[in-house]
């Protein structure tokens, strides 16, 4: 487990799902790769390729009652260029815009930069999401590109933005602290 000021981070058990099917299920979400909505014989099929596989991801829970709200973790990644590419889901409510999920996204950074080895995390966001936008500046994320029309969200198509972060500019931005 990893261990924050207010949140840690632990792998996902098989009992998490029906909390994480609610979550992907929300429609204010867009799960690239899972049908809308995701029924959950899909889930515990996406479960069964994460536990056998080199995907990491971890489950956000709140260091004050250990409650669940969210999930951080990385797919995509490429081993030769120490890259992947990060997703973040803060599924409860109540814990959106409250600083959690950048303690969340630093913990996991400091996990990928440290023990995987990692070069570089990137995100996607898209463009309207100016929470998400300004928590990963705040991190030290920086804009690299613009996806045009690249998903279909609310009847339209919506710009993301790829953000990164490479492992020096973490280690430059928090080692100092």
């Known amino acids: 487990m990893l261990y924050g000021e207010k949140v840690f981070l632990r792998p996902i058990e098989l ?3 029906p909390i994480i099917h609610k979550w992907r299920n929300d429609s204010e979400f867009i799960y690239p790769g899972l049908p809308d909505p995701t029924p959950f014989p899909k889930l515990e099929e996406w479960y069964e390729e994460l536990v056998n596989s080199n995907k990491k991801v971890f489950l956000i ?20 260029s120490q890259n992947a590419k990060l997703e973040i889901i803060i599924g409860e409510k109540e814990y959106r815009g409250q600083g959690f ?22 995100v996607k966001v898209d463009q309207d999401n100016e929470e998400y936008i ?3 500046e705040k991190v030290g994320f920086r804009k690299e ?11 339209r198509y919506v710009d993301q933005y790829v953000m990164a972060i490479f492992k020096d500019e973490y280690f430059d931005r928090y080692l100092k602290e």
Do not use: H, M, W
């Open 134 to 136: 300004n928590s990963f």
């Open 61 to 80: 829970c709140d260091g004050s009652n250990d409650k669940p709200f969210g999930t951080v973790g990385i797919s995509s990644i490429n081993v030769q």
């Open 145 to 155: 590109g613009q996806l045009r029309r690249s998903i279909f969200k609310d009847g």
């Open 15 to 17: 009992e998490d799902l």
């Open 101 to 122: 999920e950048i303690e969340a996204v630093v913990l996991f950074l400091d996990y990928c930069f440290k023990l995987l080895n990692l070069r570089r995390i990137a």
